[in-house]
């Protein structure tokens, strides 16, 4: 029995953003390691209030502090500096972060399509949401539009429309699925499987390591923890001596 | 002016402590970087105050997954032997204990006397001294589970304090830990000189010196503790709120400094 990190997150979150590109381009390594990515969807309005967590932009410093300082260093540390919300509020993600649709739509999509096709999608999505030019996702009609437009190559900023990942019969099956009630279920499900597991926020990790044990993780910031924890190899931060020091001990 | 670290720690503040310990650990390779570093004791619980960070809400959830993170950091620093105090909540009357960047809990141990002792020694003291002294606040109220917020525990702590007091976990983890420790007879302060820290505890000057603190740490944007004013070479300043990003620190500051990397399997030698 390998490792495996089960990630739970929703489109709406920019940790969850910042989580998914870390562990996406670390997908194959981990896989050389034995360790497994599963992505979940899930809800975080819902996992939010239902574990009585509340949006912490209520205190003006913490919030001048996030907007001005973290989140610009946090976005330029996971190589998407130009991720801001739509129209730039993070108010706004009251309304456009209603992703229950999108969350629905990845739902289907693992069960019709490939891992890889499914991890992709999210990758889109989360493109779609948060990086300029935004496309919405929310309404049925904008994702259609948004899943049909998704290059089957995502590397680069590419979004040509030479080779597309899904056709219109493909995203119309899709959706089909996306809107039943099963797939509702499926979506209530996971969000209760994170409150169960002590989930309060995005991205919730729940890694278990070769000896079986399972520990949570929660954030984009906790990674090196999470190799620790995993017994994996990595080089920790690190401060260096200045180049000057370096060079005269040669 | 040179580039500098101001880093505002309360004892009561778990991940102060952490902080405080990363600072000893790269001691060595900030000065050689000409980062000036400075410590000040502040009072976090004035800070939730003064910024309003009073959630009145408690999340089970986060209090529960808070024993991973406290962990985590320790073994991530190598600090052994700590204890979260379980009644924070009973223990204290009027301060607030921040002991999670995102997670506020009310508490208890009031640190305005220990915090006021180390303002009076930080002006009065060599910085070795008052260093030593803030180590071993911050081991004697998480390691000992002594809270100085009385003068007689005061009193206590500030004169068992060994005159060479140093956690192992101090050293640089590149550079071996020293082989012959210094002798721990020997004490920090003597009864002389406690006495007059414990005077100074209570005179209108350490106590403005203190409020002083908190409130420029308030004017540059502070709202939990750990608390980092850094000042880079260009002479620009930045805000940084807790233990855990260090690597944002290092790279508004200009010094060399290599990220977290997972690493490939190690192929088979040949």
Known sequence: MGGRIDCYTDLNSIYGYFAFVHLF??????????????????????????????????????????EN??????????????????????????????????????????????????????????????????????????????????????????????????????????????????????????TDEALRQGGFGAPWMMVRNLSGTVEPFFGSDRFAQVYEFLGLPYSPLKLLPPPELVESKL | MGAKLECYLDIASYYSYIAFILLQQNGQLLKQNEIEIEIYPYLLGAINVGANNRPPWLVPAKGRYSKYDTKRAADNVGLKDYTI???????????????????????????????????????AFPTEVYTTAFAYMFYAF???????????????????????????????????????????????????QVAQILDAVTTEEVKTALKARVDE??????????????????????????????????????????????????????
């Open chain 1, 25 to 66: 381009e670390h997908i194959h390594v981990l896989r050389a390691h034995g360790v497994d990515v599963y992505f979940h969807p899930v809800y975080l309005p819902d996992l939010q209030r239902r574990s009585g967590n509340r949006v912490i932009w209520t205190v003006k410093a913490r919030q001048d502090w996030l």
């Open chain 1, 69 to 190: 300082y973290e989140l610009p260093r946090s976005k330029r540390d996971f190589g998407v500096a130009e991720a801001s919300p739509p129209d730039g509020d993070l108010n706004n993600l009251f309304e456009v972060g209603q992703t229950q649709l999108p969350l629905r739509a990845l739902l289907a999509i693992r069960k019709i399509h490939s891992v890889a096709v499914y991890n992709a999608t999210w990758l889109w999505l989360y493109r779609c949401f948060w990086a300029p030019p935004q496309q919405p996702i929310k309404e049925e009609a904008s994702l259609r539009e948004a899943l049909i437009a998704m290059p089957s190559d995502l590397s680069g900023d590419n979004k040509s429309e030479e080779s597309r990942q899904f056709s219109t019969h493909d995203v119309k099956n899709v959706m089909a699925l996306a809107k039943e009630e099963q797939t509702k279920d499926e979506l209530r499900k996971n």
């Open chain 2, 85 to 123: 105090p379980a009644n924070l909540m009973e223990v204290g009357k009027t301060v607030m204990v921040c002991i999670g960047p995102l997670r506020q809990e009310a508490t208890a141990t009031n640190s305005r006397q220990p915090m006021r002792a180390l303002t009076h020694i930080r002006s």
């Open chain 2, 142 to 192: 998480w390691t000992l589970q002594k809270y100085p917020n009385t003068a007689s525990v005061l009193a206590e702590v500030l004169s068992e304090a060994p005159v060479h007091f140093h956690l192992d976990c101090f050293a640089a983890a590149s550079s071996p830990i020293t082989t012959n420790p210094p002798s721990l007879s020997g004490k920090l302060f003597t009864p002389e």
């Open chain 2, 217 to 270: 740490a308030l004017a540059r944007g502070a709202f939990g503790g750990p608390w980092i004013w850094a000042t880079n070479a260009q002479g620009s300043s930045e805000p940084f709120f807790g233990s855990d990003h260090l690597n944002f620190v290092y790279e508004f500051l200009g010094v060399p400094y290599q990220k977290m990397q997972l690493l490939p399997p190690q192929k088979a030698k040949i």
